[in-house]
């Protein structure tokens, strides 16, 4: 597989990657962000021809049948029944929530990832690359509840009969609350700004951790 950088893109934001890192590449993002071609094959089917299931990655069987050191007693991945701890229905366990509880060091706990080096780093990468998908396939179904139409300016164009309506495409529109987006990058740098007009130019840059120690 090969990355062709778009012409007009902006170099500075989205560049080839220099380093010798562990990444993933998603294909057919466009035709359908969330879709894996990931196969589970039944043990106990005929040996010639073996019944075989097609899930998508947020799928509960996922993680432990794909990271086995991670899960040694094949507990169940992360699915939509999940809840916080209590009884409320509006206790839901989001996919990004249920990431960061085993990505967190705590007392009592037997499984320590970060001990897996870069089988870490790569289900690292994976439940990013899923949490991702996830957030984006709902933001491309549910366009009529960001009122995407004030954005791209569809309605305007169908009222100008003047317009070959074989042009106009559909574009999903990702919020300022997508991490990375372009809305997100312009928010941030608007709030900078402001920060420096109020208190001035900063002296220094800080950074935090999520780790507790």
Not at 21 to 31: K, M
């Amino acid at each position: 597989m090969r990355l062709v950088l778009e012409k007009g893109a902006d170099r500075r934001r989205e560049n080839l990657p220099t380093s010798d890192e562990i990444t993933v590449i998603i294909p057919d993002e466009y035709s359908d962000p969330c879709y894996r071609d990931i196969v589970l094959a039944e043990r106990d089917g005929p040996s010639d021809r073996p019944r075989c299931h097609r899930i998508s990655a947020t799928h509960a069987a996922y993680m432990p049948l794909h990271y086995v050191l991670l899960f040694p007693y094949g507990d169940y991945g992360w699915h939509y029944s999940l809840r916080l701890r209590g009884d409320r229905r509006r206790d839901h366990l989001t996919l990004r929530h249920f990431f960061r509880f085993h990505l967190h060091v705590r007392d009592g706990h037997e499984l320590v990832p970060f001990a897996y080096c870069r089988l870490f780093q790569q289900y690292i990468v994976d439940t990013w690359a899923i949490c991702d998908q996830h957030q984006l396939d709902w933001l491309r179904h549910h366009q009529a509840n960001l009122r995407a139409e004030l954005y791209n300016g569809v309605a305007d164009a169908l009222s100008r009969t003047d317009v070959d309506l074989a042009s106009l495409g559909r574009r999903v529109v990702l919020p300022s609350s997508h991490l990375g987006s372009a809305r997100f990058i312009g928010q941030c740098f608007q709030d900078s700004m402001a920060i420096i007009r109020q208190y001035g130019r900063p002296s220094l840059f800080i950074t935090f951790t999520a780790n507790p120690k």
